[in-house]
């Protein structure tokens, strides 16, 4: 009987498998996906998103549909992955939105999981939300990451009984309270997410106590506050507790999350936390994982409460004020640690430290940019480490031997980071094969000798490998073109010699950035069969490269070439301009001879820098650079005018720079469409014609240099438009970016993080410190001071200069000039400007160097002059000045007699000739600036005085004549003779005239 029974039940579930399992997932779920896809068609670009869910094929197992799972008995849907079906598109001028329809889920009974993160949903269709989710008995997982919800969503959720882990993050949850009471309805909810919102507390708190099995809280990028850390202890099942960048300051509490005796993970990086650790912390027993990295904590890190934590796993302090023994002697009991990250702290001498053996074995341990207080050698506990797979020790100042001895140690060792140290000696390591080690960065050191021939075979699988800034000697190993795998290499600023191997160039075919710039290679500039097809940034510079540029480079169809300072020859060649990819080409201060190719044009440069060169010909009127934002063709033959459709195609234009070239004509009226310039430099041309009042346009400029050129005319007033501030922004100083991303890409896989923890922030691992090492930084020559300085990269948007001299300027100084308060450098010397100088140049706090020598100003020296305290050379010399010399003060007190030659009318120190002609202070007239009058004659004296003696005079002669009648009909003889005489001559020429005509 119970045989039949057992086969009974065998047979309807069979049929039930028959009906369902064999054929396919349910009708009705299938139709109610169909329902979902029509719903959703609108913003899935395409339909991309629901490419294998086909309607119209019956045979089409909807459980075999992609973003769908089933359970492999009932053929009921279990989850639907519906992440980024609505993502956001740059067509969208602002994040879209739309409301979804709740009901179309519930036809899937037995749904257990649903994710609809990053869809930016605002919220439900009306009457059909989440108020008809509770049918859905089963749901355990319910994911609305990254959406538009407000906190009318929270009222939505009852009776979900069944839910254990809800993620609201990034949504619009907002407001200064969010009612806890909401969730109380979830007796099963295990974790809870609310990132990214704009909740700052909460209300009923005690009612946290009804989420009796919530296990994870992960509250980040919110602005929750501190007073919830004295009531989270309620949450007795807590085990991961993550608040990092909430805003939170002061000390930590001692009360309330010290209850939580289950906790396993903390998370509070990112916030401004002082002082020291609360002793409370003690009870953590249980604690795995802590991060306190990004704050203000302080204290001997020894004396603290970690040590009492033997379960810790992970533990970053890193980039607060922790004052650390070196010998991390306080974990030496910690067996389980396995992940140290203890960055931009204080490493501690300890004199009377012991020498024994940690009981852990490190994985991880990034301890860059310490201050190293009395000892500057390797730790010495490193020496007992021998399971590492990432070491950083970078930006230390350590001394001694390279400590290659950590890779000999640690045989699973993947990435070694010991960059801006001291390191001395050879990199030597044993032969033995390291196949594990992809990353290695030992620049800024003084490692010297040779690169190990065999360097190849011991690191076989090498990714990235930098030694740049050392003293290492020889040639390049051919070895290299063994290593097949590596991506990024930087031998720059060496003393390497040589040639660039062939086997090198032809077996690195997954290079993609090779940097070899400051060494004195030799030779071709790039071998001719290179295969390096991957390669995309090419730096040679300051090398003795010679010969003509190779075709091999063409390669380089992406990023950016460097070849400047070299000895290379020969014409630009024409195929470069179907390299139309690079964003970058460099090829300054070489022999480079000829024409610019017009085909360069055809390149969407960043930068182009032919400076230092032979070329001649005129600069091509390209169409085609609107990204360009700097160029420079100086110290060239060039000739020609400069193109104006060159300037109006180059709307992104930062620099300019065209001195030392033979180009005429007039500045272009153009110049005045370029909003971003801020380098114009045209020295040492034949530009002619006045200066356009188009230049007042370039706002943004800090730079102008107009010098040695015949501009004539007046100085434009409107140049004091000019606002000469730090308007470079930090991406424009950068460059010409690499395009290579995020440095933390080069890092190979770290399984250890990428599985034990569940978010490892990107911080923690090690840097790629290479600064501009990937980038040509922006650069300007400029003088100042009587000498030329070069300035590259940030030092640009703190230099703001003016130099108009060696032209045929003429009029007077405009005043408004002396607005231009951040000026620091400004040259009208040697031009023909008179005038006085202006008053208002005693605003020019900033200005370090004013030369408005070889002119024809005169007037005084405005005494107010000495106001500018940050003047370091001035000179007035060879003009038309008088009066006294400023007062011997602030810098004026530093000026020789060579600020004032050639002004005879000047008097006073340093000057040799004294006042001594000076009228009485008291007896001086005073103009309407309330300065002393001139020193040797009142204007307004000398007419008064001039028409009284007139008159006077005028006078004595009517009286003489009255008096004596002889003299007075002798006086009246004369005029009569005078008169006819005059009329005689008058008469005769005409008569002459007339018949010259006539004949």
Not at 433 to 449: C, L, M, Q, S, T
Request: glycine share 6%; aromatic share 12%; net charge negative.
């Amino acid at each position: 009987m119970e045989l039949r029974r057992f086969w009974w039940w065998v047979l309807l579930v069979s049929v039930q498998l028959g009906m369902n399992g064999c054929f396919g997932c349910w009708e009705q779920e299938r139709i109610a996906l169909m329902q979902l896809k029509a719903s959703m068609i609108n913003c899935s670009y395409g339909n991309h998103n629901f490419a294998s869910w086909d309607s119209t094929n019956k045979e089409s197992d909807c459980c075999e549909w992609e973003r769908v799972k089933c359970n492999i008995t009932t053929g009921h849907v279990i989850q639907l992955d519906l992440n980024q079906v609505c993502s956001w598109s740059p067509l969208y001028s602002e994040s879209p939105s739309w409301y979804l329809n709740a009901s179309l889920f519930l036809p899937f009974e037995e749904l257990k999981y649903l994710h609809l993160r990053d869809n930016f949903i605002s919220g439900w269709v009306s009457n059909e939300g989440f108020e008809r989710f509770p049918m859905l008995s089963k749901l355990e997982v319910l994911d609305l990451n990254g959406n538009n919800f407000n906190n009318s969503i929270l009222s939505s959720f009852s009776a979900m009984a069944s839910l254990k882990k809800l993620d609201l993050s990034y949504n619009n949850l907002h407001g200064a309270i969010i009612d806890i009471r909401e969730f109380k309805a979830f007796s099963s909810l295990e974790e809870l997410y609310l990132m990214g919102n704009w909740i700052s507390g909460f209300v009923a708190i005690k009612e946290l106590g009804a989420l009796n099995k919530l296990k994870q809280l992960r509250l980040d990028d919110s602005s929750i506050d501190k007073s919830f850390l004295h009531m989270v202890g309620v949450l007795t099942s807590l085990n991961v507790l993550t608040m990092s960048h909430c805003g939170f300051s002061g000390s930590l509490p001692a009360q309330g999350w010290c209850e939580l005796k289950k906790l396993q993970e903390i998370d509070i990086s990112h916030n401004r936390f002082d002082g020291i650790l609360p002793s409370c912390l003690a009870n953590l027993t249980s604690l795995q994982v802590l991060d306190l990295s990004y704050n203000h904590f302080n204290g001997n890190i020894a004396l603290s409460q970690l040590s009492s934590w033997t379960s810790l796993e992970y533990l970053s302090l890193s980039n607060n004020d922790f004052l650390n023994p070196i010998s991390l002697s306080w974990f030496f009991n910690h067996s389980n640690l396995k992940v140290l990250l203890n960055e931009n702290n204080k490493i501690a001498f300890e004199p009377n430290s012991h020498g024994g053996t940690p009981t852990f074995q490190l994985e991880f341990l990034i301890m860059s940019n310490c201050s190293f207080d009395g000892l500057k050698r390797t730790p010495r506990f490193l020496q007992y480490q021998y399971d590492l797979q990432v070491v950083d020790l970078s930006f230390n100042n350590l001394v001694g031997k390279i400590p290659t001895w950590l890779v000999e140690n640690n045989t699973r060792l993947v990435c070694l980071v010991l960059m801006n140290n001291s390191f001395t000696g050879p990199f030597r390591v044993s032969n033995d094969i390291r196949p594990n080690i992809r990353y290695i960065d030992i620049a800024v050191n003084y490692i010297e000798g040779p690169i190990p021939a065999n360097f190849s075979l011991i690191f076989p699988n090498l990714e990235y490998l930098n030694m740049s800034n050392n003293a290492l000697q020889g040639s390049i190993p051919s070895s290299f073109g063994n290593l097949v795998s590596l991506w990024i290499l930087d031998l720059s600023k060496n003393q390497l010699s040589g040639t660039i191997p062939m086997h090198f160039a032809v077996g690195c075919y997954s290079l993609a950035f090779l940097k070899l710039s400051y060494n004195n290679l030799s030779g071709q500039i790039f071998p001719t069969n290179s295969n390096m097809t991957a390669l995309s940034y090419l730096y040679l510079d300051n090398n003795k490269f010679s010969g003509k540029i190779p075709k091999s480079i063409s390669i380089v169809s992406y990023g950016s070439i460097d070849f400047s300072n070299n000895y290379l020859s020969g014409m630009i060649p024409t195929w470069m301009g179907n390299m139309s990819g690079l964003n970058l080409l460099s090829m300054a201060k070489n022999q480079l001879e000829g024409p610019i190719p017009f085909e360069l044009c055809k390149l969407d440069l960043q930068l182009l820098h032919l400076s230092y060169n032979n070329l001649f010909g005129s600069i091509p009127s390209c169409s085609n650079l609107s990204r360009t934002e700097f160029l420079y063709l100086n110290k060239n033959s060039l000739s020609g005018l400069i193109p104006s459709s060159l300037i109006l195609n180059t709307s992104d234009l930062i620099g300019l720079d065209l001195r030392d070239n033979h180009l005429t004509g007039n500045i272009p009226h153009s110049i005045g469409s370029l909003p971003s310039l801020r380098i114009l430099l045209l020295r040492a041309n034949h530009l002619q014609g006045r200066i356009p009042i188009q230049l007042c346009l370039l706002q943004t400029l800090n730079m102008l240099d107009l010098s040695y050129n015949k501009f004539s005319g007046p100085i434009p007033h409107c140049l004091s438009n000019i606002t000469l501030k730090a308007s470079f922004q930090e991406d424009d100083l950068r460059g010409l970016s690499s395009g290579l991303g995020s440095t933390n890409s080069f890092l190979p896989s770290l399984p250890y993080f990428e599985t034990k923890y569940t978010t490892p922030p990107d911080e923690e691992f090690p840097r790629i410190h290479w600064g501009a090492s990937l980038n040509v930084k922006p650069e300007a020559e400029f003088t100042t001071k009587r000498i030329t300085y070069s300035y590259k990269g940030d030092i640009l948007q703190y230099m703001f200069g003016i130099d108009l001299s060696c032209n045929r300027l003429v009029g007077e100084i405009p005043p408004e000039l002396g607005s231009m308060s951040n000026i620091r450098a400004l040259n009208l010397s040697h031009n023909s400007l008179s005038g006085p100088i202006p008053v208002t140049f005693s605003n020019l706090k900033q200005i370090e160097s004013l030369d408005l020598s070889y002119n024809n100003l005169n007037g005084k020296i405005p005494l107010q002059l000495t106001e500018m305290t940050s003047l370091a050379v001035f000179s007035v010399a060879h003009n038309n000045l008088s009066g006294t010399t400023p007062d011997r003060k602030n810098q004026f007190g530093t000026f020789d007699e060579s600020s004032y030659d050639g002004n005879i009318f000047l008097c006073g120190p340093p000057l040799q000739n004294n006042c001594t002609k000076m009228r009485p202070p008291s007896t001086m007239p005073v103009d309407n600036e309330g300065e002393e009058g001139d020193i040797f004659m009142d204007m307004g004296v000398f007419y008064i005085s001039f028409v009284g003696a007139y008159i006077t005079v005028l006078l004595g002669i009517v009286a003489v004549l009255f008096i004596n009648p002889y003299w007075r009909r002798a006086w009246f003889n004369l005029i009569e003779v005078c008169i006819d005489t005059c009329y005689c001559f008058v008469v005769v020429h005409y008569h002459k005239l007339f018949n010259y005509r006539s004949a």
